[in-house]
T-cell receptor, first 115, second 114 residues
């Protein structure tokens, strides 16, 4: 079975400070990894994904994430956050089965950017 | 290109009733997935449809059922509603092999069961 753990339910940070949102996964096989953002009363928007290749992945809005296979982690980072980054962030994995490739989500991290 | 649209946006139902939620997939997408997001939780996979057939199912009882139509739009039906069914229901569309091309999510339907 695969699972996703987001270690922090809430992360407060001041504007223009760096931030890291942590994500660990458990799986005995290769996985695809994703980060999604959810603004209030909206659906999910893809920030970035790791399928293969370079372990450092760059996404939208200045976010990046690094896949670390030995630590089974996929932490999300941004060097300087903005008020508009306040949202819920979800880490997700896919176990490729050849059909019905479902996303398994973590419980989310609420990022609150303060002035 | 149009995104994923879901209707209605909000819905209140009584325990024991039945509900139908609708989803119009993004243009060019042929696969639709449904997720349930309870308050304070991550989305949970319900099922996926590809070319009008169920193509994977999560750990949800049979009273959760779905349809996909020839235009790739989809419905989620829930019978015998329970209080715990209260949640945000998200629809996501993709091309086959969504992990490569990405899933596009709708804004969801907020279902409240009283």
């Amino acid at each position: 079975a695969q699972s996703v753990t987001q270690l922090d339910s809430q992360v407060p940070v001041f504007e223009e400070a760096p931030v890291e949102l942590r994500c660990n996964y458990s799986s005995s096989v290769s996985v695809y990894l994703f980060w999604y953002v959810q603004y209030p009363n909206q659906g999910l928007q893809l920030l970035l994904k790791y399928l293969s290749g370079s372990t450092l992945v760059k996404g939208i809005n200045g976010f990046e994430a690094e896949f670390n296979k030995s630590q089974t982690s996929f932490h999300l980072r941004k060097p300087s956050v903005h008020i508009s980054d306040t949202a819920e962030y979800f880490c997700a994995v896919i176990l490729f089965t050849g059909g019905g490739n479902k996303l398994t989500f973590g419980t989310g991290t609420q990022l609150k950017v303060e002035l | 290109e149009t995104g994923v649209t879901q209707s209605p946006t909000h819905l209140i139902k009584t325990r024991g009733q039945q509900v139908t939620l609708r989803c119009s997939s993004q243009s060019g997408h042929n696969t639709v997935s449904w997720y349930q997001q309870a308050l304070g939780q991550g989305p949970q996979f319900i099922f996926q449809y590809y070319r009008e057939e169920e193509n994977g199912r999560g750990n949800f009882p049979p009273r959760f059922s779905g349809l996909q139509f020839p235009n790739y739009s989809s419905e989620l039906n829930v019978n015998a509603l329970e209080l715990d069914d209260s949640a945000l229901y998200l629809c996501a569309s993709s091309q086959k092999g969504g992990e490569y091309y990405g899933y596009t999510f709708g804004s969801g339907t907020r279902l409240t069961v009283v």
